[in-house]
């Protein structure tokens, strides 16, 4: 989790010195906007982990649900078999 936060602060500020440099400005004109700007990138990176931990756990209680529905087929197949092969 810590990593992706990281990662999206750092990429905040690559963002920004992005624009300084589209713009042409100097970098270290107001400092005081970068650990902003970290900031943006840390909680769109803390948002993102929130759905992906959502996505995750969505998958492994599909995954669950179709398990169990498998299995109870199995088990209807299995018992009219047994009941066709008793006759």
Request: aromatic share 16%; with cysteine.
């Amino acid at each position: 989790m810590v990593s992706k936060i990281l990662f999206w602060s750092g990429f905040g500020l690559a963002v920004r010195f992005w624009q300084l440099g589209i713009e042409m400005r100097p970098f270290m004109t107001k400092p005081y906007l970068y650990p902003f700007y970290c900031a943006i990138g840390a909680s769109f990176g803390y948002y993102l982990q929130g759905v992906d931990e959502k996505q995750k756990r969505f998958l492994e209680e599909a995954r669950e649900r179709l398990m169990q529905k498998r299995l109870r087929r199995l088990e209807r197949e299995g018992a009219e078999m047994g009941i066709g092969a008793a006759q």
